[in-house]
């Protein structure tokens, strides 16, 4: 399996990107190594299984031949711009293959994400929850927010709130238990 190549600072990838506009095959490779498997898991997201790496192909000789075009600035960063060439290399490959298979009419739907009532719930569940954090403490809210929403680690909201780790999980603790207490009864059992 390929490694991950060390990830690169915005600055170096300007700095590459400068070099390859001014022919340096070596600089765009550099740039390939790094965006390399990112734009492949996209890619494998997003396209059949047998396109995967002729897409892939295509989007860095894409960028090799429009590199001229990019204009290195703060606000587009290179893998913007990458990942936009991606996005509609995969579009145009949609728009030229158009081979899909034909789904029968009576065919049975068991994804319950499908089903039309689906949506209505999730709304609900949404306003339940915004509901039960906007009724619980300042603290608790924030320490809920940052460890779920914003997905740091308890170090970092612990940096966050300026507390040390031990509270921020004694606080989480409490905040969960608060929390649960205040939405309805119909959504406590999954958040147990």
Do not use: C
Not at 9 to 21: G, W
Not at 43 to 72: G, I, N
Not at 101 to 118: F, K, S, Y
Request: glycine share 4%; charged share 30%.
């Amino acid at each position: 399996m390929m490694e991950a190549p060390q990830p690169l600072a915005e600055e170096m990838i300007r700095s590459l990107v400068a070099k390859a506009q001014e022919g340096n095959t070596e600089a765009f490779g550099q740039v390939y190594d790094h965006f390399f498997l990112p734009i492949y898991r996209y890619t494998a997201f997003r396209a059949p299984e047998e396109l995967v790496e002729d897409l892939v192909s295509e989007v860095f000789v894409k960028a090799w031949e429009k590199l001229h075009h990019y204009k290195t600035r703060k606000d587009v960063p290179f893998g913007a711009w990458l990942f936009r060439i991606a996005r509609h290399t995969i579009v145009d490959a949609y728009r030229t293959q158009r081979s899909f298979d034909e789904v029968p009419e009576d065919l049975p739907d068991t994804d319950v994400l499908n089903h039309a009532d689906t949506s209505t719930k999730q709304k609900d569940m949404l306003r339940a929850v915004r509901r039960a954090l906007w009724q619980l403490p300042r603290r608790y809210r924030e320490v809920l927010l940052l460890s779920f929403m914003g997905g740091l680690s308890h170090k970092e909201t612990a940096r966050a709130l300026r507390l040390s780790e031990g509270a921020v999980r004694i606080l989480k603790f409490r905040a969960l238990k608060k929390f649960q207490e205040a939405l309805p009864a119909e959504y406590r059992s999954s958040i147990s």
